[in-house]
């Protein structure tokens, strides 16, 4: 393979696969498993149902995709979730990696559509981990009880199959649509998340959403109480 798996090994500020927190929890998730197929989906499994899924979470600096940062705040959103599934893996010698695509929701609450402006996720996250010599795609974002509320099933992962999100939710709505892939990176591309933000939610509207977190996320609201939409 002519691809540099090492670079997909090695810890990075962002994705510190080598922090105490992020081995200690990789350890005490997988229990004495060893198998690389069986570690990557009990570790996806945990990031999945142990991090809440958070889209009112800070987004602006690489500190709030630190992986070990996202453990310790126990919620985030797609991108941060990704960024902590991505460094168990590594921690556990486990070739992994972060991809970005632009999703459209057809499920998302009224609360955050007005939130963002569009029912459009631009910079949506998710992990590549490579297994049994080929890369698997991951998508951890969604927290089982979240899955419930939205009437969706929570999305599965054998280590064998890509897992993206379901199209349709159990009554066959529409669920979530893939526009486009943005890429694959060894590391979190901060800057051009907020950049493409930026571009299609507006300059001033991130800009004021990054003024509600300076200020203090006590006025943000949650996304756990939210009214769902079915469109």
Avoid at 86 to 94: M, N
Avoid at 126 to 148: D, H, I, M, Q, S
Wanted: proline content about 5%.
């Amino acid at each position: 393979m002519e691809e540099n798996i090492q670079l997909f090994l090695t810890p990075t500020l962002i994705i510190d696969s080598d922090h105490k927190s992020i081995r200690d929890y990789a350890r005490e998730a997988l229990a004495g498993i060893t198998e690389p197929v069986k570690m990557a989906i009990k570790l996806y499994l945990a990031v999945r149902d142990d991090i809440r899924y958070d889209p009112y979470s800070p987004f602006y600096l690489p500190e709030h995709y630190r992986a070990s940062y996202v453990l310790k705040r126990g919620r985030s959103f797609c991108v941060p979730k990704a960024s902590l599934l991505c460094a168990l893996g590594r921690a556990c010698g486990i070739p992994s990696r972060v991809g970005l695509a632009t999703v459209r929701n057809h499920l998302a609450t009224k609360q955050l559509i007005d939130f963002l402006g569009t029912d459009l996720f631009v910079s949506h996250g998710f992990v590549e981990l490579y297994l049994e010599g080929k890369w698997v795609k991951a998508t951890p974002a969604f927290n089982r009880e979240l899955c419930r509320r939205h009437n969706v099933s929570p999305l599965e992962f054998n280590g064998r199959e890509d897992s993206l999100f379901q199209p349709y939710n159990l009554e066959n709505q529409k669920f979530m649509e893939y526009v486009g892939f943005e890429g694959i990176f060894a590391d979190i591309p901060v800057e051009q998340i907020v950049a493409g933000w930026k571009k299609t939610y507006g300059e001033d509207r991130v800009n004021n959403w990054i003024k509600m977190f300076e200020e203090g996320e006590r006025s943000l609201p949650d996304f756990e109480t939210e009214d769902v939409l079915n469109k």
